[in-house]
Nanobody
Framework: EVQLQASGGGSVRPGGSLRLSCTAPGFPYDFGDYAIAWFRQAPGREREAVSC????????YYADSVKGRYTISSENAKNTVYLQMNSLKPEDTAVYYC??????????????????WGQGTLVTVSS
């Protein structure tokens, strides 16, 4: 069974930073072929795509709401993807999930493109 482990969430004040990690221990496939995405879901809202790195072609994608503030990176040797989140805002508060899938186009924002999901980590931005 493929497992993704999301971690790094916490509580920060507006303007603060957090770094999320998504680790896939024992990933049975070539991690370097997979796209790893971060989605988030705030209370009462639909899940939305935040960012994605396609290890297959090194493309990176960001939602407009986080562009310039979030940076996604991958450390394939450790089967780990990071999401550095800076200048956090209260509206960034959500449970953040990571997901893995083989992405052949640019539809990174569609959740059905991903086969494997992590359990989520809570990010709270509040003064």
């Amino acid at each position: 069974e493929v497992q993704l482990q999301a971690s790094g969430g916490g509580s920060v004040r507006p303007g603060g930073s957090l770094r999320l990690s998504c680790t896939a221990p024992g990933f049975p496939y070539d991690f370097g072929d997979y796209a790893i995405a971060w989605f988030r879901q705030a209370p009462g809202r639909e899940r939305e795509a935040v960012s994605c790195i396609n290890n297959g072609d090194s493309k990176r994608y960001y939602a407009d709401s986080v562009k310039g503030r979030y940076t996604i990176s991958s450390e394939n040797a450790k089967n780990t993807v990071y999401l550095q989140m800076n200048s956090l805002k209260p509206e960034d508060t959500a449970v953040y999930y990571c997901a893995a899938g083989l992405l052949y186009g640019d539809s990174w924002y569609l959740d059905y493109e991903y086969d494997y999901w992590g359990q989520g980590t809570l990010v709270t931005v509040s003064s």
